[in-house]
């Protein structure tokens, strides 16, 4: 069994994910799903002539969105597996959110997840996250945040939070 609580000490950097990247198809699935169509994001040919960055933006809360399943491979390699019923992660929040630099749907992404604070609650742990999402070869990252998760070990005994 791991010990958790080597892996959550602050100023722990539990890992980097994988790179990703954002078909336009993607793109335009998200903004249909949240009701936002807007050419910066959805069309291709308006963006070549009209836009500065001459081709679409992934949405900002699109970027937001991939950070909870970029974090579990991330988790997976400290023995942590929030698809079972045995390691209960639940989003809780956030306490800060800024996207410095946009997402272009070239560009490729990925998430830096570091241990910022760890309260523990008796029934589980709230874990705060300072979360970086980089772009390849951005001077900027594309996303900053402080990401509050509760966990569980044995999530099938979960307290109501």
């Not at 722990?12 to 990703?20: A, M, P, Y």
């Not at 998200?30 to 169509?37: H, L, Q, R, S």
């Not at 830096?112 to 999402?133: C, I, M, P, Q, S």
């Not at 001077?139 to 939070?161: C, H, N, T």
């Amino acid at each position: 069994m791991t010990d958790m609580s080597e892996i959550f000490e602050v100023g722990n950097e539990l890992g980097v994910s994988k790179w990703i990247s954002f078909t336009q198809a993607q793109i335009d699935q998200f903004g249909a799903a949240t009701n936002e169509i807007d050419p910066f994001h959805n069309d291709p040919e308006w963006c070549k002539t009209n836009s500065p960055f001459k081709q679409t933006l992934v949405y900002g809360f699109q970027t937001m969105s991939v950070i909870s399943p970029l974090s579990e491979e991330v988790f997976q390699k400290h023995g942590i597996d929030a698809n079972t019923s045995e390691d209960l992660l639940l989003n809780y929040g956030f306490n800060k959110l800024r996207l410095p630099a946009p997402v272009l749907q070239s560009d490729e992404i990925r998430a830096r997840y570091t241990v910022a604070n760890v309260e523990d609650k008796g029934f589980g742990k709230l874990l705060t996250l300072n979360v970086v999402v980089e772009i390849k070869g951005g001077k900027k990252p594309a996303l900053i945040a402080e990401w509050v998760s509760y966990f569980q070990k044995d999530g099938a005994k979960m307290a109501r939070v």
